[in-house]
T-cell receptor, first 116, second 110 residues
């Protein structure tokens, strides 16, 4: 257990439905990342936050995706009008910010999304 | 960030040392080499990182060649629980998004 939790662990939905995932990072970590991982591939970056500010979004993050971190603590990732291609593991990670040299990110267990 | 190349899979006998290679010939002078691993159905886990000196911690050792174009992660006494996908990542700055490749799938065999 890394201290990063994600909810739910599994989600099955029908195409066209909206889904929302939650990530609770390690409490003192001010950076929070979302990644997506499909079968046989390494995780791919989606977006990340420094406190409540969303600093970067990948081109993978289409208009149907939105992420928030309203109080700089937990974060949510919403996918609207889900498509079968959205089926993947969604991973959240957190790290200490403030100019630390090295890039140790702590990952949660992920949310596995299946779109039927 | 540097592109890294790793073999897709490797086997190792339980109790023996596992040596996982990584090529990063385009790595720049300020880029660190990071290793993460991902056990089945879990999120990735940080293992170790280095710049140009060899590094060792409680999990593994990292050997970086003098020209920094390649490195080797060493698990000194592999156990069945070390079966995982191992990712070698080059990253120039702290706390930025990690760029994962496909990694090496290590199978530790009893």
């Amino acid at each position: 257990d890394t201290g990063v939790s994600q909810d739910p662990r599994h989600k099955i939905t029908k195409r066209g439905q909206n889904v929302t995932f939650r990530c609770d990072p390690i409490s003192e970590h001010n950076r929070l990342y979302w990644y997506r991982q499909t079968l046989g591939q390494g995780p791919e970056f989606l977006t990340y936050f420094q406190n409540e500010a969303q600093l970067e979004k990948s081109r993978l993050l289409s208009d149907r995706f939105s992420a928030e971190r309203p109080k700089g603590s937990f974060s949510t990732l919403e996918i609207q009008r889900t498509e079968q291609g959205d089926s993947a593991m969604y991973l959240c990670a957190s790290s200490l910010g403030g100019g630390r040299i090295y890039n140790e990110q702590f990952f949660g267990p992920g949310t596995r999304l299946t779109v039927l | 960030d540097a592109k890294t190349t790793q073999p897709p899979s490797m086997d190792c006998a339980e109790g023996r040392a596992a040596n996982l290679p990584c090529n990063h010939s385009t790595i720049s002078g300020n880029e660190y080499v990071y290793w993460y691993r991902q056990i089945h159905s879990q999120g990735p886990q940080y293992i170790i990182h280095g710049l140009k000196n060899n590094e060792t911690n409680e999990m593994a050792s990292l050997i970086i060649t003098e020209d920094r174009k390649s490195s080797t992660l060493i698990l000194p006494h592999a156990t069945l629980r070390d079966t995982a996908v191992y990712y070698c990542i080059g990253s120039s700055t702290g706390n930025t998004p990690l760029v994962f490749g496909k990694g090496t799938r290590l199978s530790v065999i009893a």
